[in-house]
């Protein structure tokens, strides 16, 4: 069972008649111009050819980017089988499909044989995001990519589906907006909690080798450099695994092989990543160009008739209003789904963001999930920016097929009194 590594989240897995790839992530910016790869990914286009299947963990562009797809020659497309979780939008599949790609949906923890020995199974986490294992010539890979669990028992659950994992792959870093540029304390303890989770993976799994991955990456816009300063270095996490919880620990560069289950020094590859991530840090950051107040209001107008045609009117309304501050057009605008976007003074913003990522909200289906990854903006002292990504939700759940009415909201509301009896 060989393993070459691509970058990221991303390796192919050459095991007999299987060669499968995990969310290839090849180059360009993603999250609205928030990351980039620290490091150069060796894999060429080309290089699919003999690729057998790739599997998808999630839609987030820096697992699942269609436009690094797109750069696939179709002839080698059509050659490849797409695993993915099964979901009711079928938006990923779809898309996939388009572009000529076979596609077989993986029903929730049941086993799925691709060739005679070797198998996978994919459990589902939280809304959007899916785990793999995948066993084959006596060893098992679980690959939990940006999976987040609750609770132990629910890692202990896994561990018991399973059985014994040879190999554990997890994120090693943050993922999300940590605070304000200033507020250097809860960028650390982001930092400290992704190592907090994998110490409670490792402990729930005991996985005979692990690999962090998923966090080879550099916050690039001028709004979210700043991030960059607490993120989890490889090095120190390499350190953490094998001195603190004496893991067997393994780090690969872009195009490194290695035979999975046997030792491994990974210095090499260590250096090569803190050398690449000081050069990043070396480049000038991303700016984005102004967005007038007028054209931010014609793309609100749009994506409240779209949402009233999709939605409950009455509840779109009970949302209510989020105020938000738009720093390079130097106005503060009141946001709803009633009023749309219109100028307000007296009133405390609840975000502050560049016109560019509200724009950017406004326009995608995505567009709030993807602020709160990229981290490009902030909060003022007595803002509450839960006002305004709930308004930004809708049309992310409408994207995912569901819509506002009143059996969603009944949903919600069992669901919460659920949580809450839980605990």
Same mark, same amino acid.
Request: with cysteine; hydrophobic share 40%.
């Given at each position: 069972?060989?393993?070459?590594?691509?970058?990221?989240?991303?390796?192919?897995?050459?095991?007999?008649?299987?060669?499968?790839?995990?969310?290839?992530?090849?180059?360009?910016?993603?999250?609205?111009?928030?990351?980039?790869? &620290?490091?150069?990914?060796?894999?060429?286009?080309?290089?699919?050819?003999?690729?057998?299947?790739?599997?998808?963990?999630?839609?987030?562009?820096?697992?699942?980017?269609?436009?690094?797809?797109?750069?696939?020659?179709? &002839?080698?497309?059509?050659?490849?089988?797409?695993?993915?979780?099964?979901?009711?939008?079928?938006?990923?599949?779809?898309?996939?499909?388009?572009?000529?790609?076979?596609?077989?949906?993986?029903?929730?923890?049941?086993?799925?044989?691709?060739?005679?020995?070797?198998?996978?199974?994919?459990?589902?986490?939280?809304? !959007?995001?899916?785990?793999?294992?995948?066993?084959?010539?006596?060893?098992?890979?679980?690959?939990?990519?940006?999976?987040?669990?609750?609770?132990?028992?629910?890692?202990?659950? !896994?561990?018991?589906?399973?059985?014994?994992?040879?190999?554990?792959?997890?994120?090693?870093?943050?993922?999300?907006?940590?605070?304000?540029?200033?507020?250097?304390?809860?960028?650390?303890?982001?930092?400290?909690?992704?190592?907090?989770?994998?110490?409670?993976?490792?402990?729930?799994?005991?996985?005979?080798?692990?690999?962090?991955?998923?966090?080879?990456?550099?916050?690039?816009?001028?709004?979210?450099?700043?991030?960059?300063?607490?993120?989890?270095?490889?090095?120190?996490?390499?350190?953490?695994?094998?001195?603190?919880l004496h893991q067997d620990t393994v780090v690969l560069y872009p195009g490194d092989e290695w035979q999975v289950g046997?030792?491994?020094?990974?210095? %090499?590859? !260590? %250096?090569?990543?803190?050398?690449?991530?000081?050069?990043?840090?070396?480049?000038?950051?991303?700016?984005?160009?102004?967005?007038?107040?007028?054209?931010?209001?014609?793309?609100?107008?749009?994506?409240? &008739?779209?949402?009233?045609?999709?939605?409950?009117?009455?509840?779109?309304?009970?949302?209510?209003?989020?105020?938000?501050?738009?720093?390079?057009?130097?106005?503060?605008?009141?946001?709803?789904?009633?009023?749309?976007?219109?100028?307000?003074?007296?009133?405390?913003?609840? !975000?502050?963001?560049?016109?560019?990522?509200?724009?950017?909200?406004?326009?995608?289906?995505?567009? %709030?999930?993807?602020?709160?990854?990229? %981290?490009?903006?902030?909060?003022?002292?007595?803002?509450?920016?839960?006002?305004?990504?709930?308004?930004?939700?809708?049309?992310?759940?409408?994207?995912?097929?569901?819509?506002?009415?009143?059996?969603?909201?009944?949903?919600?509301?069992?669901?919460?009194?659920?949580?809450? &009896?839980?605990?």
């Open positions: 069972m060989q393993l070459t590594w691509v970058n990221h989240a991303s390796f192919l897995l050459d095991c007999g008649d299987v060669r499968l790839l995990c969310d290839p992530w090849i180059e360009g910016s993603v999250f609205n111009n928030g990351w980039r790869l &620290a490091s150069p990914t060796k894999l060429r286009y080309d290089d699919f050819a003999g690729v057998t299947h790739i599997w998808f963990s999630h839609e987030h562009p820096d697992h699942f980017f269609p436009p690094n797809l797109r750069n696939i020659p179709e &002839a080698i497309r059509r050659e490849i089988t797409v695993l993915f979780h099964e979901t009711r939008d079928k938006r990923v599949v779809n898309v996939c499909r388009s572009l000529g790609f076979a596609v077989q949906e993986l029903p929730e923890q049941q086993r799925v044989w691709i060739a005679a020995d070797f198998s996978v199974l994919c459990g589902v986490n939280e809304d !959007i995001d899916s785990w793999i294992a995948i066993t084959a010539e006596g060893k098992t890979i679980l690959n939990l990519n940006d999976c987040i669990f609750a609770t132990k028992d629910e890692l202990l659950a !896994i561990r018991k589906t399973i059985g014994d994992v040879d190999l554990l792959l997890s994120q090693f870093s943050y993922a999300n907006w940590v605070g304000n540029p200033d507020d250097l304390v809860s960028h650390r303890a982001h930092a400290v909690r992704k190592r907090t989770q994998m110490t409670a993976q490792i402990e729930a799994i005991r996985p005979r080798q692990f690999i962090p991955f998923a966090s080879y990456v550099w916050f690039c816009h001028e709004e979210n450099f700043h991030m960059n300063a607490s993120a989890n270095r490889i090095g120190d996490i390499y350190r953490f695994l094998t001195d603190e046997s030792p491994y020094s990974s210095q %090499g590859a !260590i %250096g090569k990543y803190e050398s690449d991530f000081q050069n990043a840090l070396s480049c000038r950051p991303v700016t984005s160009e102004t967005i007038s107040l007028e054209r931010l209001q014609e793309a609100m107008s749009e994506l409240s &008739a779209r949402c009233n045609e999709k939605n409950n009117a009455f509840l779109l309304r009970a949302l209510g209003s989020a105020v938000a501050r738009v720093t390079d057009i130097g106005q503060d605008v009141d946001i709803s789904f009633g009023a749309e976007i219109r100028p307000v003074h007296g009133r405390e913003p609840d !975000i502050i963001l560049s016109s560019d990522s509200l724009m950017y909200c406004i326009k995608t289906d995505w567009g %709030g999930e993807t602020l709160k990854i990229n %981290g490009r903006f902030q909060v003022p002292p007595d803002g509450n920016p839960e006002r305004f990504f709930r308004l930004f939700r809708v049309p992310q759940h409408n994207g995912y097929g569901s819509h506002l009415n009143l059996r969603f909201a009944a949903g919600r509301m069992i669901d919460v009194v659920l949580r809450r &009896a839980a605990t």
